[in-house]
Structure formats: C-alpha cells, structure tokens
C-alpha cells in the first residue's frame, strides 16, 4: 500500500449531498472500508441485487440462485457489507433478510461527486 497521502473530500454540511471539504480521518477510514467491501463483484453484484429491491427487504434465499457459489459464501458476502454499514439485516427463522441503508450509499455517492462536478450520463 502506497504512503502517499492523497487529496479527499468531505460533507459541506450534515443536510448537503455534496462534498467541499476534505474528509476528517475517522470518516476517510469509515468510507473506505465501504469502498473496499465494494471492491469484489460478488458484494457489488449482491448489492445492486438488493438496491434494486426498491427499498425493499430481499431474502437470502432469493439471492443465492444468482451465482454458482453456496449459500454460506452468499452469506459471508453479505455479512461483509452489512458490517461496512452499506446493509441492515434481520433474521426471520433459518433466513435472514437484507436491505440497503440509502444514507450509505448517498454517502458513498457524495464522495463520487464533489461540489462543482457535473454528472452527465456516460
């Protein structure tokens, strides 16, 4: 890992969407643990699954047919961006069920899109 400390951003308010100051250290280390939960396709592709939910809760169960990997791996996944904070679960019997926290991901966005950049789509 490189020791160069390179520029971040951070929230301009508590009510703003975008980013215009650097990010203190606490919420540097916060998100890049988000980011690097992030960084392997099964989790990414878990996510987008469950995001894709509409704010809805998705079942494990429903989630493991989607790969060819076991339901234990399935569920170590997940417990992995539930712990980077970007899912809350809860268990119903022998199934536990996931949903995304869209503060989170605003979060994860926000740092995507610093202030004065404009989105355009690709």
């Known amino acids: 890992m490189s020791k160069q400390e390179l520029p971040v951003i951070a929230l301009a308010n508590c009510c703003s969407t975008t980013l215009s100051e650097p990010l203190d250290a606490e919420s540097a280390v916060t998100l890049a643990g988000a980011f690097k939960a992030l960084g392997d396709p099964v989790r990414l592709r878990l996510l987008s699954l469950i995001a894709a939910a509409g704010g809805e809760e998705v079942c494990v169960c429903e989630l493991t ?33 996931y949903r995304v926290i869209p503060a989170a991901l605003q979060r994860l966005s926000d740092v995507l899109v610093p202030t004065g950049l404009t989105v355009t789509p690709a």
């Open 65 to 97: 047919p989607a790969f060819e990997l076991s339901q234990p791996t399935i569920s170590h996944h997940l417990k992995v961006l539930r712990e980077a904070g970007l899912l809350t679960s809860e268990r119903r019997g022998t199934w536990v069920y």
